[in-house]
């Protein structure tokens, strides 16, 4: 319905209730609060009356505007004049916003301009109770002027009214006014003038613009955007920019009477679609403001207001009418538009119907160009997928994955790729394309897929990849094709790790977590692991791994593997337990030949040739873990000699007479020292391993009855080799030392109790029966340092007992030989065939002097395969002899000729036990090999070789291939 009001000064009003200006009638859909609030600010007339003194009557005041809750007013102000009293009488009608008389009465611009029904005055007595109305009268049989004949009359053109059409929309935009002032002579065009403009406005840009037929106060209401203004209110001066007391320096002001209109500063921006349709159209646009109304229902106002909206929205409406070479220029203007509009679309099907047209075109488009998608144009796409509602998204989706499908049928499966790339940005909009699209399109889901597994380039980075996928999208990891390219990866990818170790550990955990969690994948990954691991262990050498990796080594499911694998199993815990005992003992290792290497090969495994070939790696990975140790041999051998004697069997039964044996004949040591730390091993106790793989000795609770055949195999065979060499007993310190280590187990548990109280009584009539006076009188002035004073009662004793006791201690048992001068200048090859550059000290040597004086290189030197110093990364390298030689110089072999970075970059010390260095000095280069000599002869005991090149050698390397010392 349509409301009513009449303002005017009454006796007794309705709303004050008092004599004044005030409402004197109303319809019945109009409260109090409303009509003060809304409608009074609009019921004004101030014409300067000064203006006036030519005329005869006062004007006519016509205006129409959108109030501040939205509705819409058309009202009418006459001046009355009564005696001396001036007064005026406004009529409103209100069109509240939704109705249906609201929405159709903007479609045409005569229902606002050519109101026929307003009252010119309210006589006292008449009825306050106004009729609502469902439509307003309007004249009619009034001739319009053709726009370019009422132009012709103002005496202006289409370019001064399409400036005036464009102000409109920049001052709604910029919160400006719009001033208009015709000649006098003029001024009955001015409704006319209004038709043509209003005809020529979208629906919702003559909501917001209102119009008063005259400019006549300073406190301008709410929606009135455009005024007309006599010509006398203008200042004739461009420079003046006050019309009465408000300044205008921001409105825009068109005067026909001179010809100047000012603060037009939209010229350069004020052309576009919109406005070319417009003045090819002459106003006649009613299907493309319908389709504006439709697209834009429930947009916000602020969108419906810009100039630049409308361009956009007449591309959109011109869609099929575009050329090709269009469609590809405006795509990313059209899109970002689109874009726009989606946070106010709320599921307007107009809306969702435009945007799937829109990309249909597009794809066309595109198609014919030979390009399925644009990189610009995809990012935008997926920018909206955030904002849409799900039917765009639908749109948006299946839009993309066709050109993603198109890419893979022209073959480009680069672009293909390159595209999905860009969706990825959205980690949303990636998951919804590949759930709702890529998974009904197997040849564009395995493509893409096995792109992204072949981009891995670590088993880290592959298992992430899976981890992170069957997260979000699980069913892609069931496409057969996709699963296969998996196995393929990880296999690849383990095979090139550097670390093989560390993969299959990953590996394992990975691989386990995920079958635990997919079971309908447990086949795969299980697939996964255990072909790498049959890997893994067949390529496996205790030479490659690092002494951590034994330490910690735990794979499951080796019971399954081949009985090689097996079998190096085997080897690496038996190494695992060797290592956790010896890497206790800070100590050098020295040489020793094969004896416990071959036994311990043979209990290894039953295959005699793989045990050999596990003996050698495990001798030269023991080398590798002990070297630089720094107290007294030969505690580190004892594990090996003591591992390598087992016999197979549940019971460890060890043949110590042949480890007794060995380090008689080979070792500067006595028994005493192996039994000592075979007692502290506690290796008599059964062993057990906590969760973190650690070996340990368990002592026996009481309950227990513990298995005494260890310990009782050690007390046989020390029984047996005193019987043999009972002579040593006599220090009598060492012998109780010796036996206080051995009877040492009788603390833990009763069973041993018995078992060394039995031993020990045997032990001492052992000792008794070997030891005679004579002898313990020889130790005990050996000890006293008194051995002069004694000599004659040793001599006699020695007589009288045989003297061979007496001669045997009077020498010292393998008395340490010192080392040996060698008058001629030797040189020590220390080769560099096959260097190895190990993780700790970058490579080392090893060089033994032994007693026979031949100085050689330690057998087994090294096992690597690098010989190259790289300067980007090696600071040094250390070459350590086995014990301290004099040496007078060396030599270094380097493969080419490359005398700068040889004789200049590296500079040679030489280093002693104390860690002083001495400075060698060059002596000269000659195809390829560097000579170095020491100032002064020192004892020393390694060489160093520093890396002092200067900035540009990062990228140099230098192949060693031979290094001599030079001792004297």
Same mark, same amino acid.
């Given at each position: ?91 409103? +009608? !209100?069109?509240? %916003?939704?109705? *249906? $008389?609201?929405?159709?009465? =903007? #479609? ?119 005024? +007309? !203004?006599?010509? %006398?209110?203008? *200042? $004739?001066?461009?420079?003046? =920019? #006050? ?726």
């Amino acid at each position: 319905m349509i409301e009513q009001q009449i303002f005017t000064k009454g006796e007794k009003t309705l709303v004050k209730n008092t004599y004044g200006l005030d409402t004197v009638a109303k319809s019945a859909g109009l409260e109090n609060n409303y009509i003060v609030n809304q409608i009074h600010p609009y019921c004004v007339y101030n014409v300067p009356d000064p203006l006036f003194l030519e005329d005869k009557d006062m004007p006519v005041i016509q205006c129409h505007g959108q109030m501040v809750n939205g509705d819409a007013i058309i009202n009418r102000s006459v001046s009355k004049s009564a005696g001396n009293e001036n007064t005026y009488l406004t009529h409103s +009608f !209100i069109l509240k %916003k939704g109705t *249906p $008389e609201w929405e159709s009465y =903007i #479609k045409n611009p005569d229902n606002f301009l050519f109101v026929s029904g307003f009252a010119s005055d309210f006589a006292p007595g008449s009825s306050t109770e106004l009729p609502q109305l469902t439509n307003m009268p309007i004249q009619t049989g009034r001739k319009r002027l053709a726009r370019k004949d009422l132009l012709k009359r103002l005496k202006t053109d289409e370019a001064a009214f399409k400036k005036i059409v464009t102000a409109i929309f920049m001052a709604l935009e910029k919160k400006r006014k719009v001033f208009i002032a015709l000649k006098n002579e003029d001024r009955e065009w001015q409704t006319e003038l209004l038709w043509h403009i209003y005809n020529g406005l979208p629906y919702a840009v003559r909501r917001a613009a209102g119009y008063s037929t005259f400019y006549y106060q300073e406190e301008i209401p709410f929606g009135i955007e455009v005024y +007309f !203004i006599h010509p %006398k209110l203008l *200042p $004739e001066s461009a420079n003046v =920019i #006050k019309i009465g007391e408000r300044s205008t320096a921001k409105d825009y002001i068109f005067d026909f009477r001179s010809g100047n209109f000012m603060h037009l500063d939209f010229e350069s921006t004020s052309t576009g679609e919109f406005l070319t349709e417009w003045q090819k159209s002459d106003g006649k646009l009613t299907d493309f403001f319908n389709f504006c109304e439709r697209v834009t229902a429930h947009m916000p106002q602020n969108y419906c207001l810009r100039l630049r909206f409308y361009d956009d929205l007449m591309l959109l409406y011109k869609l099929s009418d575009l050329r090709q070479d269009e469609i590809m220029t405006y795509a990313g203007r059209i899109l970002i538009f689109l874009g726009e509009m989606l946070s106010g679309s709320e599921g307007n099907e107009a809306f969702i119907s435009l945007y799937r047209r829109f990309i249909k075109i597009y794809e066309e488009a595109l198609a014919k160009a030979g390009v399925y998608l644009n990189p610009e144009a995809l990012k935008r796409m997926i920018a909206q997928h955030q904002e849409a509602c799900p039917e765009i998204c639908d749109v948006i989706a299946s839009s993309i994955a066709e050109g993603l499908e198109h890419c893979i049928e022209a073959g480009d499966t680069d672009k293909m790729c390159t595209y999905m790339d860009i969706i990825r940005s959205s980690e949303a909009f990636y998951m919804t394309l590949i759930k709702e699209k890529l998974l009904e399109r197997p040849l564009l889901l395995n493509t893409y897929m096995c792109y992204q597994l072949e981009q891995k380039r670590t088993t880290h980075a592959l298992f992430e990849f899976s981890d992170k996928t069957l997260a979000t999208i699980p069913e892609v990891f069931f496409v057969e094709a996709i699963q296969k390219e998996f196995f393929e990866k990880a296999i690849e990818l383990y095979d090139a790790a550097g670390d093989r170790y560390i993969a299959i550990k990953h590996m394992e955990e990975k691989c386990s977590q995920t079958a635990a969690h997919f079971p309908e994948l447990s086949e795969l990954y299980n697939s996964v692991y255990f072909t790498a691991l049959e890997k893994f262990m067949n390529s496996v050498t205790l030479s490659g791994l690092l002494t951590d990796h034994i330490m910690d080594f735990s794979l499951e499911g080796l019971e399954n593997l081949s009985e090689e694998a097996q079998v190096k199993q085997n080897t690496i815990l038996a190494m695992k337990e060797v290592l956790s005992l010896t890497l206790s003992d800070t100590t050098s290792f020295i040489p020793y030949d094969d004896f416990g290497f071959e036994y311990l090969s043979y209990n290894i495994c039953d295959d005699h040739g793989r045990g050999l070939k596990a003996e050698a790696e495990i001798r030269q990975k023991l080398w590798t873990a002990m070297r630089g140790r720094k107290v007294a041999a030969p505690r580190a051998v004892y594990p090996v000699l003591y591992f390598a004697a087992l016999a197979p069997g549940e019971g460890e039964v060890c043949d110590f007479e042949k480890i007794f044996k060995y380090i008689d004949d080979n070792l500067d040591a006595d028994i005493n020292d192996f039994i000592n730390w075979y007692m502290s091993s506690k290796l008599f106790l059964e062993r057990e391993e906590d969760a973190e793989g650690k070996i340990s000795r368990k002592i026996p609770m009481a309950s227990d009855e513990p298995d005494t055949a260890k310990l009782q195999c050690l007390y046989d065979a020390v029984l047996s080799y005193f019987r043999r060499n009972g002579s040593v007993l006599a220090d009598r310190n060492k012998l109780q030392r010796l036996r206080k280590n051995l009877v040492m187990p009788k603390a833990y548990h009763s069973t041993y109790k018995k078992c060394a109280e039995s031993f020990d009584k045997s032990f001492m009539e052992l000792a008794r029966s070997n030891v005679s006076l004579f002898s313990a009188i020889g130790f005990w002035a050996k000890r006293n340092h008194i051995l002069p004073i004694v000599l004659i009662v040793l001599l006699i004793g020695a007589l009288l007992s045989g003297g061979v006791l007496l001669a045997k201690h009077l020498t010292d048992k393998k008395e340490q030989l010192p080392p040996i001068e060698i008058e001629s200048t030797e040189t020590v090859e220390a080769s560099a065939q096959g260097v190895s550059w190990l993780q700790e000290d970058s490579w080392a040597a090893y060089i033994s002097a032994f007693r026979e004086g031949e100085i050689r290189p330690a057998s087994g030197l090294l096992d690597g395969e690098e010989t190259v110093f790289d300067f980007a990364s090696d600071e040094n390298i250390t070459i350590t002899f086995g014990g301290a030689v004099a040496m007078t110089g060396i030599t270094v072999v380097f493969e080419g000729n490359d005398e700068q970075l040889a004789a200049t970059d590296l500079k040679y010390a030489a280093r002693d036990d104390a860690n002083h260095l001495y400075d060698l000095e060059y002596t000269g280069y000659e195809n390829g090999t560097v000579t170095f000599s020491l100032a002064e002869n020192k004892t020393v005991s390694a060489i160093v070789i520093r890396n002092t090149a200067a900035a540009g050698a990062e990228n140099k390397k230098l192949t060693i291939t031979d290094i001599s010392a030079f001792v004297r």
